[in-house]
């Protein structure tokens, strides 16, 4: 079953604006991922949070982790056209099981 | 870098024949994973290896088997291929756990089974 599930399921913007994505999950994690793939291509790693981190960035990524909330969001700025792609969280919790949400779709229109 | 590699990328089955899809890793990584990819739904983790000779069932194992007879392959065993199998198959390797460290993947195998 899943434990992360990604809000929108789709999302369209344009080149230039900011995209956010969410991801809500059920029970205490121990850290959440995030990551990318390209239409016909396998996944590819964006950034890990830990429990105890609140927020972290990556060149034009952030990523925040609210646990108060139970929730996580990726935020693009200034999106390109090559952002366009589907963007996966992956939760761990009980030290062990790790699952992979559905996904958010986003197309960046140039 | 190759990275990781999957062979074929694409293959059509009739019900009840079997196939071996193959994984290869230049990384040097101990750990190695089968996923399979179904519309609307998360990777599912299929079998697992956290190092050479050694193999793991995760979320998904029935109707699969799995080998890792040496440390850069992991191969993906369908026994008596079923409908229900028809989906997008992933390999990924990480340096240690996937739960800790990234991990990385291969560009899939379509596989059909009619």
């Known amino acids: 079953s899943q434990q992360g599930e990604e809000d929108p399921q789709a999302l369209s913007i344009q080149e230039g604006e900011n995209a956010t994505m969410n991801c809500s999950y059920k029970?205490?994690?121990?850290?959440l991922q995030w990551y990318r793939q390209n239409s016909g291509r396998g996944l590819v790693h964006l950034i890990l949070?830990?429990?105890?981190?609140r927020e972290k960035h990556s060149g034009r990524l952030r990523v925040t982790l609210d646990t108060s909330k139970k929730s996580s969001s990726l935020l693009i700025t200034a999106s390109r056209a090559a952002d366009t792609a589907s963007y996966f969280c992956a939760t761990l919790y009980n030290n062990n099981d790790m699952r992979f949400g559905a996904g958010t779709r986003l197309t960046v229109k140039p | 870098n190759a990275g990781v590699t999957q062979t074929p990328k694409f293959r059509v089955l009739k019900t009840g024949q079997s196939m071996t899809l193959l994984c290869a890793q230049d990384?040097?990584?101990?750990?190695m994973y089968w996923y399979r990819q179904d519309p609307g739904m998360g990777l599912r983790l299929i079998h697992y290896s956290v190092g050479e000779g050694t193999t793991a069932k995760g979320e998904v194992p029935d109707g699969y088997n799995v080998s890792r007879l040496k440390k850069q392959n992991f191969l993906l065993g369908l026994e008596s291929a079923a409908p229900s199998q028809t989906s997008v198959y992933f390999c990924a390797s990480s340096l240690t756990d996937r739960r800790i460290q990234p991990q990385h993947f291969g560009d899939g195998t379509r596989l059909s089974i009619l």
């Open positions: 990384m040097n990584h101990e750990y």
């Open positions: 949070i830990r429990s105890n981190e």
């Open positions: 029970t205490s994690i121990n850290n």
